[in-house]
């Protein structure tokens, strides 16, 4: 089939033939003709739809001209085509609509490092990532199997208790010799190794400081002399729970899907003037010019961090903030950098009041990380987003 109609003039005759080649051959090749990735300018692959939209958005919006095989609507690569010097949105084995294939034993290599001074704990995960959810199971191992339903859990917020109950079900519906959980406490047990680590630092009441280097062993704070804890020693009186993010981008790099992501801002993304992520902005090119070091590594992180208060029991009608400072990661595809998957969760700021221009306060951790990572050649560009982070800074 001839594809030089993709760089002719969308207003001409052959534009209009050749697109509507691609629809029927996308349709008849289609697992749902009603749900068909868009390779239009604008969906970028991250979209599907239906046979009359895709028309339309490839007329109106124009095709990526780079997408020369259509690997993505059922065609099989081509031993004469060159994809090398291909520029385009689409990461050609990801599916944004199902579930991701197994990576269970690249989530065991992530970890190893991490659990080397638990050897118990490496073995029992890696025992659990190559034993069989049943006799004769080739689908799933107890691992991914647990993995799996705990995702959903998670993404639709179900209790611990109804996932307890769809647990039981589950295990009563499977053969008898499964190796599935029956509660959420052992499903929480096996993953806990592969899950994020934190640290729960006590603070001022008055946001004054973190009782944490030079302040640890103190129980009233040296500034307003407010006691650390609330009547009993063993409860403090405000907290903030830091989750380090350097053993989360050193996973991500890890993963052999997760870094080629990670560079897809250099090596992937279309170059025709268009603004359709944050690397084409005049902002992205400025940096890499006042920065020729920083810039010429495809692999250094761009970051944005962002807060905004919350009340968890607004249902209660009850006065509270709680903060959430987010890190998002620029340097990804754009169907994926605003995922909540790759959103890091860096900080949480306990109530019941705001933290107003104090929040610097609680972002010393972080910041410290983040110059940690600079120093040691790990370069990040931090973008503040947030207007009460860009406030507080200011001081």
């Known amino acids: 089939m001839d594809r030089k109609w993709i760089s002719a003039n969308r207003l001409s005759k052959e534009y209009e033939i050749g697109v ?18 868009c390779p239009c300018l604008k969906c970028c692959f991250g979209k599907r739809v239906r046979e009359d939209e895709l028309e339309g958005h490839l007329v109106c919006n124009g095709i990526d001209q780079s997408y020369t095989c259509w690997i993505r609507h059922g065609e099989k690569k081509k031993g004469n085509i060159n994809f090398e010097n291909s520029s385009t949105y689409a990461s050609t084995d990801f599916d944004t609509d199902t579930y991701e294939p197994d990576r269970v034993d690249e ?12 050897p118990k704990m490496f073995e029992s995960l890696l025992s659990d990532a190559e034993k069989e959810l049943y006799n004769g199971c080739t689908k ?15 993404s639709n917020g179900w209790s611990d208790k109804s996932f307890t109950e769809l647990l039981t079900l589950i295990k009563d519906m499977l053969p008898d010799d499964n190796e599935l959980p029956s509660r ?61 993010i350097i053993p989360r981008f050193r996973r991500m790099y890890r993963s052999e899907e997760d870094s080629k992501h990670l560079t ?18 005049p902002q992205w090119a400025k940096i890499d010019h006042e920065y020729p070091e920083f810039g010429i590594e495809s692999r250094n992180l761009r970051l944005a961090l962002s807060t905004d208060g919350m009340n968890p029991h607004g249902l209660q009608s009850i006065s509270h903030s ?6 998002v990661i620029y340097n990804l595809p ?26 610097d306060v609680y972002l010393t951790p972080l910041i410290e990380n983040l110059k940690s990572m600079w120093e040691t050649g790990s370069v990040i560009l931090l973008i503040i987003i947030s207007r009460d982070i860009k406030s507080s800074l200011k001081k």
């Open 184 to 244: 959420t406490y052992e499903a929480k047990r096996i993953l806990c190794s592969i899950g994020m680590s934190y640290e729960r630092i006590h603070a001022c009441p008055n946001d004054c400081i973190l009782f944490r280097n030079e302040y640890e062993l103190l129980k009233a704070c040296p500034k307003c002399n407010v006691s650390r804890y609330k009547k009993k020693e063993s409860t403090p009186a405000k907290v903030v729970w830091y989750f380090p």
């Open 140 to 154: 799933f191992t107890r691992l991914s199997a647990i993995l799996k339903l705990y995702n959903l859990k998670a």
């Open 20 to 37: 509507k080649e691609f629809v029927e051959f996308a349709v008849k090749n289609a697992k749902d003709p009603n749900r068909v990735v």
């Open 334 to 359: 754009p169907w994926l950098c605003m995922k909540r998957k790759f959103m890091m969760l860096s900080l949480l700021i306990s109530g019941p009041k705001q933290p107003g221009n104090d929040i």
């Open 107 to 118: 989530i065991a290599k992530a970890v190893e490092e991490d659990l080397r001074d638990c």
């Open 322 to 327: 709680t903060w959430p400072v987010i890190l």
């Open 264 to 281: 897809w801002h250099a090596d992937e993304r279309i170059r025709d003037g268009m603004f359709r992520h944050p690397a084409d902005s």
